[in-house]
């Protein structure tokens, strides 16, 4: 069993940075960041494994925010930068054990209980 606890949301101005974090207990091999909107899907921002492969939801998001697993501190990390209002969304972070590092949320079996992120 894995249990996962983010923090670092906050409100930002457009152009701010902010990093997430997601302190887990317990082990796994795929890790993500999620986001959603009061009455949408939740949809994938990116992921990582443990062999450091990393898929990301777009280049707008690529070209922004960084991805990473501290494996010693067993945190995940997600660093966004060039914050813009759009990207204002409850953020969650989730793990799984299966190798490829997806970003389909059905596909995670464990998950935080999210950290709101306003750019505004």
């Known amino acids: 069993h894995v249990q996962l606890v983010e923090s670092g949301g906050g409100l930002v101005q457009p152009g701010g940075s902010l990093r997430l974090s997601c302190a887990a207990s317990?082990?796994?091999?795929?890790w993500g960041w999620f986001r959603q909107a009061p009455g949408k899907e939740r949809e994938g921002v990116a992921s990582?494994?443990?062999?450091?492969?990393?898929?990301f939801r777009s280049d707008s998001v690529k070209d922004r925010f960084t991805i990473s697993h501290d494996v010693a501190e067993n945190t995940l990390y997600l660093q966004m930068n060039g914050l813009k209002p759009e990207d204002t969304d409850v953020y969650y972070c989730?793990?799984?054990?299966?190798?490829?590092?997806?970003?389909?949320?059905?596909?995670?079996?464990?998950w935080g209980e999210g950290t709101q992120v306003t750019v505004s």
């Open positions: 989730a793990a799984r054990f299966g190798i490829i590092a997806t970003l389909i949320p059905g596909r995670y079996t464990y």
């Open positions: 990582i494994n443990m062999d450091g492969e990393i898929t």
């Open positions: 317990g082990y796994s091999y795929c």
